[in-house]
């Protein structure tokens, strides 16, 4: 059979392999440590679990929602982006989506052509370099050029513009890096590429995870509608990963295109998910909040332990719960990511997943795995990186 050479160049991330491998070595009696999935350690809210566990007993929980999603779910989740991020929204410019790369393909398939040339801040994430493949663009990598903070700016965003750029992907907070987009440079950001027609498609997944000061939305630069869309899940925040649920904020008339596409892919979000997802925007919207002091401890812990190993570097970032890890002399990130599950017994994601200029780094995750876990950790990247 034929397949398109837009999806036979996409080169899969070895996350699944590493995984399986890791599997192995467990079946084989090893303790193997996983830094590599992004995954919060706590469990969903239980006002959400309690939802979905009594809206079983109720026939219309097996139906099809409307196709933007569940009414009450679109005006709950419009009043708390108001009051969270500042952004002057509605329920019509909310969609229900199975998720954040759903609400992500949603976007691309309704703005984008094929041909056109969409910009990625990197290290990016996976997914995004993916799925605008996937749609027949030309994905378009510019490398953030502070390797510390990973802070994006406008001046790491206007070399990579072309008469043929149609959008700028935010990653806001960073999957790998951990790293916020500052307001000041955002908003220039937003602001530029408006006054160029350029789209800004902001993935704000984590957006419950910033720690320093509060968490700056693309959305809410004044004049937002005329070119930014925002894209977020309840995977992290309210750990339902497996629920499949997000969401997609954009200006109405743009929200009303969507619908069709999503019409197509999906008809609509799984309905028990978004009644799950519904008592925890409206009872727990702040539940994630109250792990911040768990996760910087964590942060704390291991910015301790990497600060020991010579030839690894490393600044914290200051959201999320990512390490981006400079590996002095490393050349090949998927051959230490292997060597590191091999002799180590521990999974991390090598930078080069993220983007050419990822390579040399590893990501580490801090979000799933325990105190105890983290500790073990170190020791073994000390004793294989050191
Ligand atoms: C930045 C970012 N966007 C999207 C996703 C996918 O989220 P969802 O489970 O909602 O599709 C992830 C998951 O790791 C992510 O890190």
Redesign the pocket.
């Known amino acids: 059979m034929h397949i398109p050479s837009r999806i036979l160049e996409i080169e899969l991330p070895p996350f699944d392999p590493l995984n399986v491998r890791a599997a192995h070595l467990r079946a084989a009696g090893h303790e193997v440590i996983s830094l590599g999935q992004?995954l919060p350690f706590y469990p969903p809210p239980a006002s959400a679990v309690r939802a979905a566990q009594a809206a079983l007993e109720r026939p219309g929980v097996h139906g099809y929602t409307t196709d933007p999603g569940r009414p009450e779910l679109r005006r709950l989740l419009a009043e708390r982006l108001r009051q969270h991020i500042g952004v002057e929204c509605e329920a019509d410019d909310v969609m229900i989506t199975a998720?954040?790369?759903?609400a992500?393909t949603t976007a691309l398939t309704t703005l984008i052509s094929a041909g056109d040339e969409v910009v990625l801040p990197a290290p990016y994430?996976t997914?995004h370099q993916m799925a605008v493949q996937a749609a027949g663009a030309v994905a378009i990598e510019a490398p953030v050029a502070d390797r510390d903070t990973y802070s994006v700016t406008w001046n790491d965003i206007a070399p990579a513009l072309t008469d043929r750029t149609r959008a700028v992907v935010l990653?806001n907070p960073s999957?790998p890096t951990g790293a916020p987009v500052n307001a000041e440079a955002g908003t220039r950001i937003v602001s530029e590429l408006a006054a160029r027609g350029i789209l800004v498609i902001s993935?704000e997944?984590?957006l419950h995870f910033v720690y320093d000061g509060h968490h700056w939305s693309a959305a809410s630069v004044a004049g937002w509608r005329r070119n930014v869309v925002v894209i977020g899940?309840f995977?992290?925040s309210f750990a339902m990963?497996g629920w499949?649920v997000?969401y997609l904020l954009a200006d109405a008339p743009v929200c009303t295109q969507a619908i069709k596409v999503q019409d197509a892919m999906i008809i609509c979000a799984p309905t028990i998910s978004q009644i799950a997802a519904e008592a925890a925007v409206r009872d727990d919207w702040n539940y994630p909040l109250t792990f911040h002091a768990e996760l910087l401890d964590r942060r704390a812990r291991l910015s301790d332990g990497l600060g020991r190993i010579a030839g690894v570097s490393w600044m914290p970032t200051s959201a999320g719960f990512f390490a981006f890890v400079r590996v002095d002399g490393c050349t090949d990130s998927n051959q230490l990511a292997l060597d590191l599950l091999e002799e180590a017994h521990i999974v991390a994601i090598p930078g080069a997943s993220f983007g050419r200029s990822g390579e040399g780094c590893l990501r580490l995750s801090y979000g799933s795995v325990s105190g105890d876990g983290l500790v073990k950790a170190i020791e073994r990247l000390t004793r294989f990186l050191g």
């Open positions: 992004a998720g954040a790369n759903h992500f994430f997914n990653c999957n993935d997944t984590y899940t995977s992290k990963m499949r997000g």
